[in-house]
């Protein structure tokens, strides 16, 4: 399974879990309203598992939220996500490239 792949899913999570505990729901709360097991979507919150559309679709509802409203939080936070991660070797080089010529370069270390 590939990185982007574990990205979305963990952040998929997180923005379901933060929406739901934005609104005071608990997770036997959202898994009544959705019909979907308690266990799976504590699993879907996690990362663990992924979401079907179908699945998708019931806990928006149930959230009462746009799916394309989730769909587009995700999109930001995988973006976030992927930009943090390829800010760390250009960093990196920065720091290595001031070290060889004597410079003193400011690290996000």
Not at 10 to 38: H, I, K, N, P
Not at 40 to 46: A, D, G, K, Q, W
Not at 71 to 79: A, F, G, I, Q, T
């Amino acid at each position: 399974m590939g990185q982007g792949t574990l990205l979305f899913r963990a952040s998929l999570g997180a923005v379901l879990r933060a929406e739901r505990m934005r609104q005071s729901m608990t997770l036997r709360d959202l898994s009544a309203r959705a019909r979907v097991s308690l266990g799976y979507i504590s699993e879907i919150e996690r990362g663990q598992k992924e979401a079907s559309s179908e699945l998708l679709a019931a806990l928006c509802e149930a959230l009462d939220l746009p799916l394309s409203a989730v769909l587009r939080e995700v999109s930001d936070h995988v973006e976030s996500q992927e930009l943090a991660v390829l800010a760390v070797p250009a960093l990196v080089v920065e720091r290595d490239r001031g070290a060889a010529t004597g410079d003193v370069v400011a690290s996000a270390a």
